[in-house]
């Protein structure tokens, strides 16, 4: 489902999190929205969740972590995020998380040291965050030009 470029969105529909079906939501471009449904973690077959230049977006909901299957993590541009759920780690399938200008986040839980096999695409700032944390299995850190190459986007695409 894609709700990209909706200008006025301040918040996602309550029964978005009823879905219970969708394996992708591309919520991107929406920076006047604030917050996601605190029930998104009922979502439990999404796969890919993209948010990225939701820049009013201040946090996910605690049950993110609930997100099991969630492969592809798009929070790039998200300038208002100031800290990730505790239980971040507990996306066990996530491979892919794109963290990039994501200028207000300063530390992450301790929980991501659980995350194996991830590969984070972001800036010099997300490296200086999840250095403490490294190594951890699998895990790297791609640093992101300005131009950047997103043609492994492809099996992603709507």
Known sequence: MKIDYCNDLVALPADTSDLILLKKLSIT??????ALPEDIGKL?????LRLRSCSGLEELPGSTGNLKKLNFLNISSCFSIKE???NFGELSSLRKLNMRDCSRLKELPLSV???EHLQVIGDDD??????PFLPIDGTHIVL???NVNLNWLHKYQF
Do not use: D, V
């Open 29 to 34: 471009n929406n920076h006047k929205l604030i």
């Open 44 to 48: 439990a077959k999404l796969e890919l």
């Open 84 to 86: 990730l759920p505790e």
């Open 113 to 115: 040291s659980n995350l």
């Open 126 to 131: 997300t490296q200086s965050l999840w250095q």
């Open 144 to 146: 992101a030009k300005e």
